[in-house]
């Protein structure tokens, strides 16, 4: 029987764009000022984890805070294209307000989660949920018995978080996918489990903001 992995996921730390309410989705957004200080306090907090390694999405607001994670574990970032966000296509650069007004059909398929609705140019809530978790099981697989890092977007813990508690694409969000969390799981080959999640207590003196999907 094979040994367990054990996860910890962290979503980047924060962009301007986050603060702004505009969609990223695979835009190329680095941290802001802030975000670099969620990056540095999670890093902190996990520096004296015994992390093996640590993949992470290529875009810079992932990789920046993979890099300042990978950091006191003297660690090489591995990059991983497919932890990026959902590709959300001609909607990626607008507000959720702009969404609204000007998309009101997209916004209301979006605002209801339907797993088929597929923004013009990206993916819809199924092919994106596949994507993460195949990537995501490829990546715990390969290290059995050890603590893996995965550092992506909010929509990836969104659907990490499903994953591990068996809850359906549109069934409503309860829970936190806050800037630089610390989330935790196990991985075997029957599935992904929760250990703990949204932990923000290195963020005690922040006020970040907590995001749903870009």
């Known amino acids: ?5 054990r996860l910890i996921a962290v979503r980047h730390g924060e962009t ?3 603060v702004d309410t505009r969609i990223q989705g695979q835009i190329d957004i680095g941290l802001n000022a802030t975000g670099l200080w969620q990056a540095e306090r999670a890093g902190r907090a996990l520096a004296d984890e015994d992390i093996g390694v640590i ?4 875009l810079a607001r992932a990789w920046q805070t993979a890099e300042a994670i990978a950091r006191p574990h003297g660690l090489a970032v591995q990059p991983e294209p ?3 966000e959902r590709a959300f296509g001609h909607l990626e650069g607008m507000s959720f307000a702009e969404i609204e007004s000007m ?4 916004a209301k398929r979006w605002r209801e989660r339907d ?3 597929e923004p013009v140019g990206g993916e819809s809530l199924l092919t994106f949920r596949d994507r993460v978790t195949r990537v995501a099981a490829e990546l715990a697989a390969r290290h059995p018995g050890q603590l893996v890092t995965l550092v992506a977007h909010g929509g990836v813990m969104d659907v990490l978080y499903r994953a591990a508690t068996r809850q359906e694409l549109q069934a409503p969000r309860t829970w936190q996918l806050g800037n630089a969390a610390i989330n935790r799981m196990l991985w075997t080959p ?4 929760l250990v703990g999640w949204s932990d923000i207590a290195h963020l005690a003196a922040d ?5 749903s999907t870009t």
């Open 190 to 193: 029957e599935g992904f489990s």
């Open 82 to 84: 497919r932890l990026r």
């Open 207 to 211: 006020t970040s903001l907590d995001e």
């Open 103 to 106: 998309l009101p059909e997209d």
């Open 1 to 5: 029987m094979q040994e367990a992995t």
């Open 16 to 18: 301007a764009w986050n």
């Open 115 to 117: 797993p088929e609705f």
């Open 55 to 58: 993949y992470a999405s290529d």
